[in-house]
């Protein structure tokens, strides 16, 4: 049995989040799954040791100009997908172009979101409720396998000592907004300094604004951070692997993290907290003085490094 998958939001996060279904659905039909995502997803760098996902086609839509784009790609991708002899497609959105494309490579069986239903759609929600169509009840609690020489490789290299607290700080972030401040970080591991034996990992994005989070950070605690900026995700996973806790923004490194199995505390400035507690291994914090967060809620100056480091003492203990 051939089975298509079509997962087109953008994120690594999104693309972490429904790990679980897509697995859900290669158990259910005891066959591998074709994956459809785009490269923005960078899901060939964390999933290439999954064994439910066969292969990854790169969905190639966020620019003008790129081969999925426009009727012109309506064709590439239908073309793309007729050769594999799909017999069954399960589509994550709501959209009537991959609806349709389906339908024209010829592909019979077709599981979707309700069409043009889009707005304000929870994106665990309407994914349990696609698989409910085929008796399944799935939580969304991924996890990333990664192969145990690269983790032991990866300690050697880094000189990683497990009697120290090692520690992966995600402070990067999509947008600005998600951005804590390198104060409020420099807070939180002065705190930890004082107490315990750490090192710190900085995981960021190449973005100006991250560097200069970064640096800040590092002019501070030069011996005791190494930067990760320069590393694919692929060559990061495992140094996440090694570390005993995760300190992320909103960002693709919470989600990473959590799904390798590492206690994370999230940061959430300016997204709806689903992003940060979906996971077992994910405990957020949000601004003082808010009950909950969303998007535009704008409190990533609120972050109080005290309860970054109580929770951190609380899950470390």
Known sequence: MKILVIQNRMGIGDMVIFLPFIEAISKKFNSSIILLTKESSKAKEYLSNNNHIEKIIDLRRNNSNDIHQGVKGFFRLRKDLKKFNFDKAFIFNSSTRYNLVC????????????????????????????????????????????????????????????????????????????????????????????????????????????????????????EHCIPLSNLSISNTLPIIKNCKIAICNDTSFSHLSAALDVPTIVLMCDSPLLYGSYSKKMYPIIPDGMETVSHNSRGKEKINPIKIFDKFKSIIK
């Open 103 to 222: 339908k024209f490579a010829g592909i019979k069986e077709i599981y979707q979101y309700p069409l043009f239903k889009k707005n304000k759609q929870h994106i665990i929600g309407a994914a349990k409720s696609l698989l409910e169509k085929i008796n399944l009840n799935i939580d969304s609690d991924p996890k990333i396998s990664i192969e145990e020489n690269l983790v032991m490789e990866a300690k050697r290299k880094f000189n990683i000592n497990d009697k120290q607290i090692n520690v992966l700080l995600g402070i990067g972030g999509s947008g600005p907004t998600k951005r804590t401040p390198a104060k409020i970080i420099k807070e939180f591991i002065k705190l930890s300094l004082k107490n315990y034996d750490c090192k710190f990992f900085l995981a960021t994005g190449n973005n100006k604004e991250e560097q200069e989070i970064q640096n800040e950070i590092i002019l501070s605690f030069q």
